[in-house]
């Protein structure tokens, strides 16, 4: 069962934008904190930025000021801008249900975010 698809990754340059879109079933998006992790090649998912169920927000120190996490309740769907990205922000970007911090179900397809001259 597909319960999350992520979209909006691609190729952009240092200092360029994008804004990762995250849909999840209105159960999942209703009764959950949501989060977004990246995965840099040969290394394990780490966690980026989450969001709870009223809409507070929390920032790995990493892109803290540059990314911006929401949510809209009319799609059910979370959404992660980028501004000012730099090479490091490399990766694959998942998002997850949070349950204790923690992510919950099993990682989707990702979607790749490559940032490169």
């Known amino acids: 069962q597909v319960q999350l698809v992520e979209s909006g990754g691609g190729l952009v340059q240092p200092g360029g934008s994008l804004r990762l879109s995250c849909a999840a079933s209105g159960t999942i998006f209703s009764a959950n904190a949501m989060g977004w992790y990246r995965q840099a090649p040969g290394k394990e998912p780490k966690w980026v930025a989450g969001?709870?169920?009223?809409?507070?927000?929390s920032y790995a120190d990493s892109v803290k000021g540059r990314f911006t996490i929401s949510r809209n309740s009319a799609d059910n769907t979370v959404y992660l801008q980028m501004n000012s990205l730099k090479p490091e922000d490399t990766a694959v970007y998942y998002c997850n249900v949070l349950r204790q911090g923690m992510p919950l179900l099993h990682w989707g397809q990702g979607t790749q975010v490559t940032v490169s001259s």
């Open positions: 969001i709870s169920i009223r809409g507070s927000t």
